[in-house]
């Protein structure tokens, strides 16, 4: 079965700290992974996917196939960065994505 | 290009009230998807179409019916509304599956 898991539903750490969101998943075949970020009363909005390998906002994201994970990381938490993070799965083009349950992630100074 | 756009942004209904929900996009894609998001529960699929004139079932549809009416628009109605349904809904689109772009959400309450 498909599935995505965020282990964590809140995550709290200190602004300047390191900061890694869990995702990993189910799903045989290859998928395309991605992480959306809601900020708060805003909409989802794309982060990053893996294919395109980039770092936005200071945030990266390595798919292990081994470990079937997609950890978001930053080394360095901003205030700013305080939001809603979900972790999604596309399988066959033309399916939906399937999305975790999100993790609140807050940053305090 | 205003991107995903959906009305209301607030609805309160009674239970047993029926509503449409309105989603419309100007990004030219061919896909749409209608989620609801709850606390700890994260989006969950409703319904979504792969194409116009295509509409497909997905994690939770019980009580929800779609209608792809063009290649813009996408609605979501609730022919008898339950307290069960009080949620926020997203809109969404994509040019495939693999990208999607939402919009504002309507925040639907059920008494």
């Known amino acids: 079965a498909q599935r995505v898991t965020q282990p964590e539903k809140l995550l709290s750490v200190f602004k300047g700290a390191p900061v890694e969101l869990k995702c990993n998943y189910s799903?045989?075949?290859?998928?395309?992974l991605f992480w959306y970020v809601q900020y708060s009363r805003q909409r989802l909005q794309l982060l990053l996917r893996?294919?395109s390998r980039e770092s936005i906002k200071g945030f990266t994201a390595d798919l292990n196939k081994g470990e079937t994970s997609f950890h978001l990381k930053k080394p360095f938490a901003q205030e700013e960065d305080s939001a809603m993070y979900y972790c999604?799965?596309?399988?066959?083009?033309?399916?939906?994505?399937?999305f975790g349950k999100g993790t609140t992630l807050s940053v305090s100074s | 290009n205003a991107g995903v756009t959906q009305t209301p942004k607030f609805q309160v209904l009674k239970t047993g009230q029926s509503m449409t929900l309105q989603c419309a996009q100007d990004?030219?894609?061919?896909?749409m998807y209608w989620y609801r998001q709850d606390p700890g529960m994260g989006l969950r699929l409703i319904y979504y179409?792969?194409?116009?004139?295509?509409?497909d079932k997905g994690e939770v549809p019980n009580g929800y019916n779609v209608s792809r009416l063009n290649k813009r628009e996408f609605s979501l109605r609730l022919e008898s509304a339950a307290p069960s349904q009080t949620s926020v809904y997203f809109c969404?689109?994509?040019?495939?599956?693999?990208?999607?772009?939402f919009g504002p959400g309507t925040r639907l309450t059920v008494t």
């Open positions: 969404a689109s994509g040019r495939d599956s693999y990208e999607q772009y």
């Open positions: 893996h294919i």
């Open positions: 990004m030219n894609h061919n896909s």
């Open positions: 179409s792969a194409s116009e004139g295509t509409t």
């Open positions: 799903y045989s075949g290859s998928p395309e």
């Open positions: 999604a799965l596309s399988g066959r083009e033309g399916t939906a994505l399937i």
